[in-house]
Structures are given as structure tokens and as C-alpha cells.
């Protein structure tokens, strides 16, 4: 498995991390390991999601019920399903699904977020009191329970469930972003812009948000497997994607009946798919995280 | 061991009672507010397939009865005035009143939560400290790995393949529900037989994060002088992880405990669905799915309800445990 490098160059990085124990060279070596691995899947899986759709046309209602239930072969790498469909190909195309959903809510959120952080920092006093009083309560509301609610009030759709996604997840980030703020405001070249008579505004757009875009962006990404995670539960729900768009989550959904005769295929791999790009995901942000703040340590970071 | 501070506990909780009020007015409020903007339609929820065959008049008065016209600050209003009393309205899926079908269901999920989160902390402890002991090591590479792809995995795709491992293969335990399909009665054997499936996939989910925070809590204590100094004054190894290392370590570990009640609620609604267990969050995709509006505010109350609970009692746990804190300040 591909994934186990990864795992395991993440293993010896915090060990290094410990002061009086470090490993010199060795660090340096699966650091890098971890960079290429996460970089490699990471590409692997954009191409594939880019590029197989194109080449190999999935009609997603072709039915071939001779081939119904295949175990993993060579001319069906991951089996078929219960209407005869190559497996591999349906993982592809869901993943497409998942990863699109997961992009464009991880990117709402982060604007949501950030814009929101943002002005309760720039303005301070009672504007902060109240909006983060508001992201205290609205947190104090499980995501998906929230989810769950909001979905099954304006479904079915993709958007919906972009829109639930994006409205349980711009929390994190505001309150990333407005302590950024709140930190970078009392530094000299604030004063000095406000001083030589900059207004609020340009304070902010100019001198405050460019400095908080890095733990944004990270923000931003690490968001992306949540959200794609938050897709695949709502969808296995069946209160997400509706059954012809098949997301990674729809494809579990499915596969419960034929699992439950005995076929473990058609729900192992659509939960592989998910949790690869996850993993590799997870190991890229903990490199750009150690780059733009190298004394917190990447760990715990999923 | 030190009497309790009941008094300052006491303050804190008060306090805190008070301060979620607002909390879950509010968030009523908001899910009210969302169903009045939605395209949900309350009547149609109301009567159901029997709405397809029903003349206008009969919708008319029906809405007419549900008072769904009126303004949703005012249904909202009705709404709390009557919760408060314990009336929560009816609920259309379970076909009973909304307490009732919560008071039925609550002990269940509070069952499969409570086991499943007490094994989670013990093991996660245990996996956490071994981990730290001697990091960079097989065991604590392993513990590392497998806890990172754990916290990767959909806790609904565990599930299946444990439903497919356990129930399938091997044929061991049940893959679903409370009791056997022929019995009657719930009795104390079978629950408990078809307890630990559901239980022990809530526990592996809940399991990575904790291991690597007390990993993290132990392994940084252990860098620290006050263990330095134990191993200087000659203290057994065990006494020097257990006594000084992983009683400092667990410090930051039981503030975030609260913080994983909203993880624990999500791990239930997916756990719960797959074992057809009959708690509160398999209601909860229930109600969503039959867009049943009472059940689901309600749930969505209680949830935020505990939620709240949960940050509290983390609180007091610090303020108890840590004596650098004082539960008055918090």
C-alpha cells in the first residue's frame, strides 16, 4: 500500500521534535520521504480525476448483468458491482464528485471564515463580542447534526450539501483568523500605517488580511478531506448527492445490500479512496504548516 | 484526597446554565428561522402520501389548524412556551409525541456512548503512553500509523467491514439491532452480546485522537525537568511514567474531552444507522429523512444541550484535577 510510507515517514518527525533526542540526517531524509510521497499521491489523485473522465466515458446507467458481482481481476482491478459496473472506474468518477463537492465548500467556507474573522478583528469591541458569540453558539451545534438539518430542509442537490458543508465549517477558520488579526494588530507597522493616516479600511485589506492569507490557505486545504468526509456521511445517508451523481459516499451506500451477502469490494475500495487523499493531503499541509510556523509542531493534524 | 469545592463547582455550573440559555434559544431560533426560508412545506410533511390525494379545501384548513401562515418568531414562540412545559409536539415518523419518542430511545444511546467512550479513553490512554515511552520505536511507529489512517477512515465504512468481518466471517457476534429477531423481551445477555460490534467501532473511532494527544501530553512531559528530576532521584521507571509523566500529560487532554462530544454525537448518527440501533441519532436520520420538523428541532436542542454539558464537564474536570486553576476564574 502506497499510504504506509506516508504513515510512517509522519512517525519519525515528532520523535526528531523531541529536544534532546534528535536524529539529524534521519529527520531531514523522511521529512523529505513525506513531502514527495503526500506531493505524488496528491497529483496522482488531481490527474486521475482530471484525466480518466475524459479518456474512459462511464455511462452511469449501463447495466451489465452478466457481470454482476466480479471479484477483483486483472481486466476488473477493483471487481464490479451489483449491476455489473467496473468498480475502479465508478471509484474514479465518485472521487471526482466527492473532491468537487469538497473543493467548492472548503473554499466558501474559508471565505465565509476568513471575511468574517477578519472584520471581527479589524473592528474589535462590541462587533468581535457579538460575532463570536454567535460562532460559539453556532459551534456548540454538531456539524453534521446541523448538516443533516439543513439538507434535509432544502434537498436533494449538490448544493445543499455544498451549502450545509460550507456553513458547518467556516467556524474554525474565523477563529484562526481573527487571532491572527488580533496579534498582527499591535504590531509597529500597523501603528505606523495608522499613524502616516491609512483608514480602517486599508488597514485592513492592505496591512492585516495578506498576512493572515497563509494560515488561511492551510486552513483552506486541511478543510478539503473534511469536507469530503461531511460529503460521503450525509451521501451514505442518503440525504446527500442523489443516486445517479454517485459520490464516494453514495458508492457505500450502495454497496450495503452486497455486503451483507458477502461481497467485501464494493465497500472496501470507495473508503480507500477517501482515506488516501486524506492521508496525503494531511501530510502536505503538515509540511506547509512547518514552513510558515515552524515552532508549532505538525502533528495531530488530521 | 482533598475535599471537593463544591461551592465554586456549584458557581460554575449555575453559571453556566445560565449562559446556555441564550445558546439554545438561539439555535432553536436559527433552525425555525431555516425551515420559514426553506422550500419545506409543513402541511405536506404533515399529511403526508394522503396530501397527493387531498382537495384544496382540506389543505387549506389543514394549514389553517398547523397555523403555518402566521410568522415563524410566533411558531417559534409557541413552540418554546410549550417545550417548556414538556410538550414537544408530535412526531409524524415515530407516531408519537417527540418526548416520548426521545425518552424511549435516549437510554440506548446514552448506553452505546458512554461504553464507547470509556474504552476509547482507557485504550487510548494505555496505546498513548506506550507510544510515548520510547518514541520512534516499532510499537510506537505502528500506534502512530494506524491512528493516523483510523482517524482517515468514515467511521460508517469501519462499521461495514467490521459488520463484514465479525458478523459475516467469522459469525461471532450480531450485525444489527437490540435484541434477536425470535425474542421478546430486552434482556441484560443480549444486549450486551450486541453491544460490543456497535460499541467497539464508535470506541476505534473516537480512539486516534485521543492516543495522540496523551502520545503528545506524555512524550513532551517526559522531556520535562520534573521527570528529569524523578529519574535523578532514583524513582522506578513505572513510577516516573505513571506518577510524574502521564499525570501532567493527561492535563491538556481532559480540556479537549469536552470538545469531542459534537465527534462523538456524529460517530453515534453513523454507528446507530449502520447496527440498526434504536437510539436518539438513528431517529435523528429518521426525522431528516421524512423531513419530520419536530423531531428534528428537538434533537437538534438536545444535541447543542449536550454538547454544552460536555464543555462543562471538562471544565470542572481541569479545575478539579489541575490545582494551578481556579474553578471561580473560569
Known amino acids: 500500500m502506497a499510504d504506509t510510507t506516508v504513515e510512517k515517514a509522519d512517525a519519525t518527525v515528532p520523535a526528531a521534535a523531541t529536544a534532546w533526542r534528535s536524529h539529524g540526517t534521519t529527520r531531514r531524509s523522511t521529512h523529505t520521504l513525506r513531502l514527495r510521497v503526500s506531493a505524488a499521491l496528491v497529483a496522482l489523485t488531481a490527474l486521475a480525476v482530471l484525466l480518466v473522465p475524459p479518456l474512459v466515458q462511464l455511462d452511469q446507467q449501463a447495466v451489465d448483468l452478466a457481470a454482476k458481482l466480479l471479484p477483483p481481476s486483472w481486466s476488473h ?16 468518477y465518485g472521487l471526482r464528485v466527492s473532491l468537487l463537492v469538497g473543493v467548492v465548500a472548503a473554499l466558501t467556507a474559508t471565505v465565509i471564515g476568513t471575511a468574517v474573522g477578519a472584520a471581527a478583528g479589524a473592528f474589535g469591541g462590541w462587533v468581535d463580542r457579538l460575532v463570536m458569540r454567535l460562532v460559539d453558539t453556532l459551534s456548540s451545534v454538531p456539524h453534521l447534526l446541523l448538516g443533516i438539518f439543513i439538507v434535509a430542509l432544502f434537498r436533494p442537490g449538490v448544493w445543499p450539501v455544498v451549502i450545509s458543508v460550507a456553513l458547518t465549517h467556516w467556524l474554525s477558520t474565523a477563529r484562526i483568523v481573527r487571532a491572527e488579526i488580533l496579534s498582527l494588530r499591535s504590531r509597529p507597522y500597523v501603528d505606523a500605517a495608522v499613524s502616516g493616516g491609512a483608514s480602517r479600511l486599508r488597514v485592513a485589506l492592505r496591512h492585516l488580511l495578506p498576512g493572515v492569507l497563509p494560515q488561511a490557505g492551510l486552513a483552506a486545504v486541511l478543510m478539503i478531506p473534511h469536507a469530503m468526509w461531511h460529503e460521503s456521511a450525509l451521501s451514505f445517508l442518503g440525504l446527500g448527492l442523489p443516486a445517479h451523481t454517485a459520490s464516494l459516499g453514495t458508492l457505500i451506500q450502495g454497496a450495503r445490500g452486497s455486503l451483507l451477502a458477502g461481497q467485501w469490494w464494493p465497500t472496501l475500495f470507495p473508503g480507500l479512496f477517501l482515506i488516501i487523499p486524506t492521508l496525503a493531503i494531511a501530510g502536505l499541509a503538515g509540511v506547509w504548516r512547518e514552513r510558515i510556523n515552524p515552532r508549532r509542531r505538525s502533528e495531530l493534524t488530521l | 484526597m482533598r475535599t471537593l469545592p463544591w461551592a465554586a463547582m456549584g458557581h460554575l455550573v449555575a453559571r453556566r446554565a445560565l449562559l446556555a440559555v441564550p445558546v439554545l434559544l438561539a439555535v432553536t431560533f436559527g433552525a425555525f428561522a431555516l425551515a420559514a426560508a426553506s422550500p419545506f412545506d409543513p402541511v405536506k410533511a404533515y399529511a403526508g402520501t394522503a396530501a397527493l390525494g387531498a382537495d384544496q379545501e382540506t389543505l387549506d384548513r389543514l394549514r389553517d389548524n398547523l397555523g403555518v401562515d402566521r410568522p415563524f418568531a410566533v411558531r417559534w414562540w409557541e413552540w418554546l412556551t410549550s417545550a417548556v412545559t414538556g410538550d414537544l409536539g408530535h412526531s409524524s415518523v415515530m407516531r408519537q409525541p417527540v418526548a416520548e419518542a426521545i425518552g424511549e430511545r435516549l437510554v440506548w444511546s446514552t448506553l452505546l456512548c458512554t461504553v464507547a467512550f470509556a474504552v476509547a479513553v482507557l485504550l487510548g490512554t494505555l496505546l498513548g503512553v506506550l507510544a ?9 511507529r505502528t500506534v502512530t500509523s494506524l491512528a493516523y489512517s483510523l482517524e482517515a477512515a468514515p467511521v460508517f465504512w469501519i462499521a461495514l467491514l467490521a459488520v463484514w468481518l465479525f458478523a459475516l466471517n467469522l459469525g461471532v457476534l450480531p450485525a444489527g439491532g437490540l435484541t434477536d429477531t425470535g425474542s421478546e423481551h430486552v434482556t441484560a445477555g443480549q444486549v450486551a452480546s450486541h453491544l460490543i460490534l456497535p460499541a467497539g467501532v464508535l470506541a476505534v473511532s473516537q480512539l486516534p485522537w485521543f492516543t495522540l494527544y496523551v502520545r503528545q501530553g506524555v512524550g513532551d512531559a517526559l522531556a520535562e525537568d520534573p521527570v528529569r528530576g524523578a529519574r535523578a532521584r532514583g524513582l522506578a521507571e513505572r513510577t516516573v511514567l505513571l506518577g510524574h509523566a ?12 469536552g470538545s469531542r462530544v459534537p465527534e462523538l454525537i456524529t460517530g453515534a448518527l453513523l454507528v446507530e444507522t449502520v447496527f440498526s440501533w434504536p437510539g436518539i441519532a438513528a431517529a435523528t436520520v429518521e426525522a431528516a429523512t421524512a423531513v419530520d420538523f419536530p423531531l428534528l428541532a428537538a434533537l437538534t436542542t438536545l444535541a447543542t444541550a449536550a454538547v454544552l454539558a460536555g464543555n462543562l464537564l471538562a471544565d470542572l474536570l481541569y479545575g478539579l484535577v489541575d490545582p494551578r486553576v481556579k474553578l471561580n476564574e473560569m
Not at chain 1, 471487481?79 to 475502479?88: E, N, P, Q
Not at chain 2, 502521564?246 to 474531552?257: A, K, M
Open chain 2, 132 to 140: 510515548a515511552r520510547r518514541p520512534g520505536s516499532l510499537l510506537d
Open chain 2, 246 to 257: 502521564l499525570r501532567s500529560g493527561l492535563l491538556p487532554v481532559l480540556t479537549l474531552i
Open chain 1, 77 to 92: 482491478p477493483f471487481g464490479t458491482d451489483d449491476v455489473g459496473r467496473d468498480l475502479l472506474l465508478r471509484c474514479v
